[in-house]
């Protein structure tokens, strides 16, 4: 970091309302009170917790795991985009196309026939965050492999004459849709959640995101998309018009790498810093 980040980033660790700060920092073009709570565990499980050693021994995990299922359309995978993105070690995989040896490990014989261990994304992601998105397309047999994963914190392997243990001291947050693709209100939600118990206590915080019907509330929602898509045309596109007679194009590019300059971080971080408003702005 250069030193005009540091000093806006010890001015806004001294700020008593950081941590709204940093909530309104996370995905901030996605709006709605669902979010509110679900932005507030993010920012706790990308800081992460304290790692705990009891006298007996006993390694007692500071890493949290967040579980967002609900119905589509909810932005559950933006919200894993988003982390995936701004965490300094983020792995984004989908449930559909991972395997239990992709997540954990597994052996290889390399071409003079020796066998020798490559590691899954839950072992690179060693002191980050793995975001899984459709989980509940995982065949069972691949969710089982991550349970000692997501507890223990380590993968045992023992294949092909190699015995060791690998850390996976990994945060996981995963996104999942109900069992009949929509949550029903007519059921409980253990008819409506298709994960086993074993999964689901190792998730720390789970939110159960629906889609309630409601009109004013669509139109609000259909309103901000809207205006998203148009300020981010007016700001990044017909603010940067070339308007010379050899081109007429939208030079975003440009525009968005002099927002993700360590100038142009300072000045928005000192800025939020002194006056509270606005969120930071974290180039993904």
Do not use: W
């Not at 932005?75 to 984004?92: T, W």
């Not at 691949?142 to 004459?161: C, F, L, P």
């Not at 018009?241 to 030079?251: E, H, L, P, T, V």
């Amino acid at each position: 970091f250069s030193p005009a980040e540091e000093e806006a980033f010890r001015a806004l660790s001294r700020n008593p309302d950081v941590y709204d700060i940093l909530c309104r920092s996370i995905a901030p073009n996605i709006s709605g009170s669902y979010t509110v709570d679900i932005k507030k565990a993010l920012v706790c499980q990308l800081a992460g917790g304290v790692h705990k050693r009891l006298p007996d021994g006993v390694r007692l995990r500071g890493d949290i795991n967040v579980l967002l299922l609900g119905d589509p359309s909810m932005a559950k995978s933006q919200f894993l985009k988003f982390v995936s993105k701004v965490a300094p070690i983020g792995i984004y995989t989908s449930g559909k196309g991972s395997s239990a040896a992709g997540l954990t490990a597994s052996v290889v014989r390399d071409s003079k026939g020796e066998f020798y261990l490559e590691g899954g994304a839950m072992v690179l992601a060693d002191g980050g965050i793995v975001c899984i998105d459709e989980f509940d397309k995982m065949r069972p047999n691949d969710r089982v492999a991550i349970h000692e994963a997501m507890e223990q914190q380590t993968i045992s392997v023992a294949k092909a004459g190699i015995t060791t243990v690998l850390n996976s001291r990994a945060s996981v947050l995963a996104a999942a849709n109900p069992v009949f693709g929509r949550y029903d209100d007519l059921k409980s939600a253990h008819e409506n959640i298709d994960l086993m118990t074993t999964i689901l206590s190792r998730f720390d915080v789970i939110f159960l995101v629906r889609d309630i019907r409601d009109e004013e509330r669509d139109r609000n929602i259909c309103q901000h998309i809207m205006g998203v898509h148009m300020g981010a045309a007016a700001a990044g596109n017909f603010d940067n018009y070339n308007r010379s007679s050899n081109a007429g194009f939208f030079d975003t590019e440009n525009d968005n790498s002099a927002a993700s300059t360590p100038e142009a971080i300072a000045e928005n971080a000192m800025n939020v810093a002194t006056t509270g408003e606005g969120e930071l702005s974290v180039p993904t």
